[in-house]
């Protein structure tokens, strides 16, 4: 294959990926991670449910602009991720400060928007 075909796919490809990424709102290791290293979405359901107490503390950190979600996986069936939406980067401190490095053993990713 001549090389510099090789890379225009190759530069093709990760400019796919990162306009498909920012359009749809998901980021780049969504599409790298394996669907193994994703929570089952029920499991993430059951969790926030039961923790609502702590999710209604994060979503006060700015009523109307604090949201916590559940993100699907679409390209891995069943799989999910917690996220949570804020509004700027004090908003995402505090919220760190709140749950920490991890939402009750579940992996969470912030998405300022």
Known sequence: MNTSRCYHTTIKL????VTTSAVSGCYLEDYLAACSSFAEKAKIQQTLS????V???VEQVRP????VMVGEIKRCPGKARISIGHATEKDRQKIERIIGPQFFGLPYRTINW
């Not at 990760?14 to 990926?17: D, E, F, N, R």
Request: charged content about 20%; proline content about 0%; hydrophobic content about 45%.
């Open 14 to 17: 990760v400019l796919s990926l």
């Open 50 to 53: 039961e923790q609502a107490a």
């Open 55 to 57: 999710v209604r503390q």
């Open 64 to 67: 109307g602009h604090v949201d």
